[in-house]
């Protein structure tokens, strides 16, 4: 007994060879029409691009300027998106019991250093003070303020000259309201 | 004119063997390596279509097989036969592109059928050959891969077991038993075809010897 099937007789090869064969013939008489130019250019194609010393080098300069922009690049969108964060407005909450106080720093003017020499204040060395600036001796720190008098009502910006090489800063400070 | 040139230097490549073409083709004679194409181009590219089922494919293999010659022409070397190699590299390219599951190409009888040479014979001796034709491709179509490659080469492209041999990496021996299955297996196929006098297979060793006695009523 053959535990892995009888095995093909004589005859029966010569029979399937027949077979087979004959299945093959059309497929053994088949033609292609193929040029050799196809495998000319399909190996012009892949062929690999010269590598000198100078291409190499250049290459290289090339990888490098393009990976530089692109790190700057990302960088840059970086610190983008923080400083867009940070560029909101900054409100100050007043103090409790406190007026609102807008306190302004305004070039200096003559006059308005001998208005408050007479009114017994000390000018500020380098600050000038608004006609409409009353400054309080409690709260005063030594910066020119004015007061404004309006709690709760909607804040005005207070028109201030200015002069040519000084700029002005601006510190708000309110309550409940927003800086127009 | 250029017929009358071309065609006597095409039979002195004919002439030529293939150790002698491919030491022409590393010295950098073009002619030469198309001499080499020209001379299996056919071959490789009914064997990318019996694998395949696709001639798009089979004619991408046919480039790519001898593209990869071209660019390994240096190492080759000339004392082996350059056949096997080529096949070789096909048979690999060919499975690479194998049919995915689920997408049906036309079967090899169909691919074949097109190109069908005209024969002689009244029409129903012709269609019943055509019938015989079909049934034992889809017989060998129903082979496992290893078992179809020796078959499709030894069949359709007429290579020896030794080139079969190198061709898919193996000993002799392999190629052989691969063979013998695969032919088994054909036979019992093919048993169910009652025009091919291919006799049942009823008696096959143990499962068979049970199904001959199953069948004579003694069990």
Known sequence: MNLFGRGVG?????????????AFAPGRSRRVPISAVRVRARVAWQREAPESRGWRAVAWLGRLGETSLT?????????????????????????????????????LDDSRIVRLLRLGLAAPGTDDVDAATVPTREAND?????????????????????????????????RGGLLR | MTRRRAAPAADAFEERTDRELVVAARTGDMPAFDALFYRYRDGIFRLGLSITKDPSHAEEIVVDTFARAYRAIDRLEPDESLRPWLYRVAVNLSYNRQPRKGITFSSLDDALADVMTPEEGSPPILAERAEQRAAVLECVDRLGDKHKVVVVLHYLNGL????????????????????????????????????????????????????????????
């Not at chain 1, 004589?10 to 004959?22: G, I, T």
């Not at chain 1, 700057?72 to 103090?95: D, I, K, R, Y």
């Not at chain 2, 169910?192 to 199953?214: D, Q």
Request: proline share 6%; hydrophobic share 40%; net charge negative.
């Open chain 2, 160 to 219: 020896n077991l030794a080139e079969i041999a190198l061709v898919v990496g193996c000993p002799v021996g392999t190629v052989k038993s691969r063979l013998h299955y695969a032919l088994r297996n054909l036979r019992t196929h093919l048993s169910a075809h009652p025009g091919l006098s291919v006799e049942p297979t009823v008696a096959l060793g143990a499962t068979g010897s049970m199904e001959l006695m199953r069948s004579q009523g003694q069990v």
């Open chain 1, 10 to 22: 004589l005859e029966e090869q010569v029979v399937l060879d027949r077979l087979l064969d004959d």
């Open chain 1, 71 to 107: 790190v700057g690049m990302t960088a840059l969108l970086f610190a983008g998106s923080l400083g867009g964060v940070g560029g909101q407005t900054e409100f100050l909450q007043p103090e409790r019991g406190s007026e609102y106080v807008v306190r302004v720093a305004v070039p």
């Open chain 1, 142 to 174: 030594g910066e020119p303020v004015i007061s404004v008098g309006e709690r709760g009502g909607p804040l005005r910006r207070t028109t201030v000259p200015l002069r040519d090489d000084d700029e002005p800063v601006n510190t708000v400070r309110e």
